[in-house]
């Protein structure tokens, strides 16, 4: 018998079978033998061990397409990447990583930023002059005025999309919006440190509609890019990429290098100087990262 893993919790995977229903299952222990963890989204073959209480075994895991370490989720389309205009205002750093994680991946984005209810427009104006030139669709909602909701299902519609981003900027304010199946918890804001309580423990696929899915992933405060070369990640910042083979130099990293045309287009207003700042970090880190 063969499903898809909606949710995991504490050793135990829960299976939906189509026509069948969610099935209770733990993994054999080949997979602890072989470094397996099977995650939210995979696709699993499993062998039925009590049919009355719908509990099972899973024996299999079907090859992935991809998969993400954190949030720990496999064979999605996209990502939506969730952020909010104001109250938290955007880490910029974090959500540029975040970014540079879903190129690396080959897993496009769409950026939604929420709460403009209570955003000035000078703040709406800031995130569009950032992110437009960087080639990824902009989504502007308010979960609480249930704007631009129609337009977020439209951009869901027959995919599998991970849902992320930081606590408390309405991504479980947006999901119960999306569907009624399913009624995602949702935090308070410390006024104190502007930072959400975190109201989602786990990764969880819900069904939208017809090939249709959501899986949404618990809150997180930092992502390191460790597993990336140094030297690929220029290819991670697609608003480079219509200046390759401009640079006086072949193999050119947009660092230190004379006559970069990355840099020139920094300097002429061309590519957003947050952004740049946010690549020569990550190369830093990069670069002075320890190898064993």
Same mark, same amino acid.
């Given at each position: 018998?063969?499903?898809?893993?909606?949710?995991?919790? $504490?050793?135990?995977?829960?299976?939906?079978?189509? !026509?069948?229903?969610?099935?209770?299952?733990?993994?054999?222990?080949?997979?602890?033998?072989? =470094?397996?963890?099977?995650?939210?989204?995979?696709?699993?073959?499993?062998?039925?061990?009590?049919?009355? &209480?719908?509990?099972?075994?899973?024996?299999?895991?079907?090859?992935? %397409?991809?998969?993400?370490?954190?949030?720990?989720?496999?064979?999605? &389309?996209?990502?939506?990447?969730?952020?909010?205009?104001?109250?938290?205002?955007?880490?910029?750093?974090?959500?540029?990583?975040?970014?540079?994680?879903? !190129?690396?991946?080959?897993?496009?984005?769409?950026?939604?930023?929420?709460? *403009?209810?209570?955003? !000035?427009?000078?703040?709406?104006?800031?995130?569009?002059?950032?992110?437009?030139?960087?080639?990824?669709?902009?989504?502007?909602?308010?979960?609480?005025?249930?704007?631009?909701?129609?337009?977020?299902?439209?951009?869901?519609?027959?995919? *599998?999309?991970?849902?992320?981003?930081?606590? =408390?900027?309405?991504?479980?304010?947006?999901?119960?919006?999306?569907?009624?199946?399913? %009624?995602?918890?949702?935090?308070?804001?410390?006024?104190?440190?502007?930072?959400?309580?975190?109201?989602?423990?786990?990764?969880?696929?819900?069904?939208?509609?017809?090939?249709?899915?959501?899986? &949404? *992933?618990? =809150?997180?405060?930092?992502?390191?890019?460790?597993?990336?070369?140094?030297?690929?990640?220029?290819?991670?910042?697609?608003?480079?990429?219509?200046?390759? =083979?401009?640079?006086?130099?072949?193999?050119?990293?947009?660092?230190?290098?004379?006559?970069?045309?990355?840099? $020139?287009?920094? !300097?002429?207003?061309?590519?957003?100087?947050?952004?740049?700042? &946010?690549?020569?970090?990550?190369? +830093?880190?990069?670069? +002075?990262?320890?190898?064993?």
């Amino acid at each position: 018998m063969y499903g898809k893993i909606i949710k995991g919790i $504490a050793g135990f995977y829960y299976v939906h079978v189509v !026509e069948s229903g969610v099935y209770e299952c733990k993994a054999k222990g080949i997979f602890r033998k072989d =470094g397996v963890k099977p995650l939210v989204g995979d696709g699993v073959e499993m062998e039925v061990t009590h049919e009355k &209480d719908m509990e099972g075994n899973i024996i299999r895991i079907l090859p992935r %397409k991809n998969e993400l370490i954190r949030p720990a989720v496999a064979n999605i &389309d996209q990502a939506l990447v969730v952020f909010a205009v104001t109250k938290p205002r955007p880490h910029f750093n974090l959500l540029d990583r975040f970014l540079v994680m879903m !190129e690396s991946r080959h897993i496009p984005v769409v950026l939604c930023f929420n709460k *403009t209810d209570i955003a !000035e427009d000078p703040e709406i104006a800031e995130l569009k002059e950032i992110y437009r030139g960087c080639g990824y669709p902009l989504l502007f909602t308010s979960a609480k005025e249930e704007e631009n909701i129609e337009e977020l299902r439209r951009v869901l519609k027959g995919k *599998t999309t991970a849902v992320a981003g930081p606590s =408390g900027v309405g991504k479980s304010s947006l999901i119960n919006l999306l569907q009624s199946e399913v %009624k995602m918890e949702t935090g308070s804001i410390s006024s104190k440190i502007e930072r959400g309580k975190h109201t989602t423990r786990h990764s969880e696929l819900i069904v939208l509609g017809e090939d249709s899915y959501i899986m &949404d *992933t618990p =809150g997180f405060s930092s992502l390191y890019v460790n597993e990336l070369e140094k030297e690929d990640l220029k290819y991670c910042f697609p608003e480079f990429s219509p200046l390759e =083979g401009q640079c006086r130099f072949n193999g050119c990293d947009h660092i230190h290098e004379p006559g970069c045309a990355v840099k $020139a287009a920094v !300097e002429a207003g061309e590519i957003h100087r947050m952004r740049y700042d &946010d690549y020569a970090m990550l190369y +830093g880190e990069l670069q +002075g990262r320890k190898r064993y």
